[in-house]
């Protein structure tokens, strides 16, 4: 069975500083890991996933298979930033499992 | 158009009715997919149809029965829902279930009230 666990319900921080959302992950096989995003009013929407290896609106995430971790990072947080932001770990058949989620607020 | 695009917004029923949600997308995505949120907690899946076939069913009540006649729509027909069902019900699409790396593209939901 796959689980994913984000430790943090909230996480407050104040522009410019850096933002850290944690993420871990059980699965038994090799996991493709994905950062979803939901904004104020919007629809949730896909931030990044681990196979493009690309940086999406300054954020990163990289996957740690020996930590089974997949933290998703930012250096200088924006008050566009403040949203619920899901890791989400794929298996087979494409079963998406969603973490339980971190809402970020960005103070000014 | 690159959207999921769900009907109705908001739907309140009671527990002896029969309704339907709806989804579309026109994307030529091949799997499609419900989820249930509810409030404060992430989506859980319920459902997944790939190539209009049903791929996976995670245990849901048959008081919740999916369909999917052609690759573009996917309904979800609701009878006799309890209290406890209320929820945002989000459908999703992918190009296909084989690429699990293939992201979910999600509509805005329908959210559901039983009285």
């Known amino acids: 069975a796959q689980r994913v666990t984000q430790p943090e319900k909230l996480l407050s921080v104040f522009k410019g500083a850096p933002v850290e959302l944690k993420c871990n992950y059980s699965y038994s096989g090799s996991p493709e890991l994905f950062w979803y995003v939901q904004y104020s009013r919007q629809r949730l929407q896909l931030l990044l996933r681990?196979?493009s290896r690309e940086s999406i609106k300054g954020f990163t995430a990289d996957l740690n298979k020996g930590e089974t971790s997949f933290h998703l990072k930012k250096p200088f947080a924006q008050e566009e930033d403040s949203a619920m932001y899901y890791c989400a770990l794929s298996a087979a058949g494409n079963k998406l499992t969603f973490g339980g989620g971190t809402r970020v607020l960005v103070k000014p | 158009d690159t959207e999921v695009t769900q009907t109705p917004k908001h739907l309140v029923m009671g527990m002896t009715n029969k309704k339907s949600l709806k989804c579309e997308q026109h994307m030529g995505h091949r799997a499609m997919y419900w989820y249930k949120q509810k409030a404060k907690k992430p989506p859980e899946l319920m459902f997944v149809y790939s190539y209009e076939k049903l791929s996976i069913n995670e245990s849901v009540p048959s008081r919740f029965s999916p369909e999917c006649p052609n690759s573009s729509l996917l309904n979800l027909h609701l009878h006799a829902l309890q209290p406890e069902d209320s929820a945002l019900y989000l459908c999703?699409?992918?190009?296909?279930?084989?690429?699990?790396?293939?992201?979910?593209?999600f509509g805005n939901g329908t959210r559901l009230t039983v009285t």
């Open positions: 999703a699409s992918s190009q296909d279930i084989k690429q699990a790396y293939s992201p979910l593209h």
């Open positions: 681990h196979i």
